[in-house]
């Protein structure tokens, strides 16, 4: 079963960090490509970072270098590093877990980057 819950979501000035945390309530994480998207207001829900089960990570460009994607397989967590936030970055960020099976979504967490 999946449960995706994400947290670490706040309001940051611009140049600051945060962690973005998913832990999957429902079970493992193990078989699950893991990723990290985001949704600005008015606009698509994007990928932003993933890691599949074998630890391969793939990153938008715009967050290439500042953006960092990880998993924690033995306690059903991933994780999502952002430095230098830019305000254009504000948006709802939402974990996602996809295998073969289908995919699943968290219920998602806000960040809000101030210039």
């Known amino acids: 079963q999946v449960q995706l819950v994400e947290s670490g979501g706040a309001l940051v000035q611009a140049g600051g960090s945060l962690r973005l945390r998913c832990v999957n309530a429902?079970?493992?994480?193990?078989?699950?490509?893991m990723g990290w998207y985001r949704q600005a207001p008015g606009k698509q829900r994007d990928l932003v970072a993933q890691?599949?089960?074998?630890?391969?990570?793939d990153y938008a460009e715009a967050v290439k270098g500042r953006f960092t994607i990880s998993r924690d397989d033995a306690k059903s967590t991933v994780y999502l590093q952002m430095n230098n936030l830019k305000p254009e970055g504000t948006a709802v960020y939402y974990c996602?877990?996809?295998?073969?099976?289908?995919?699943?979504w968290g219920q998602g967490t806000q960040v809000t980057v101030s210039s």
């Open positions: 890691c599949t089960n074998t630890g391969n990570t």
């Open positions: 996602n877990a996809n295998w073969f099976w289908g995919s699943f």
């Open positions: 429902g079970g493992t994480i193990g078989r699950y490509a």
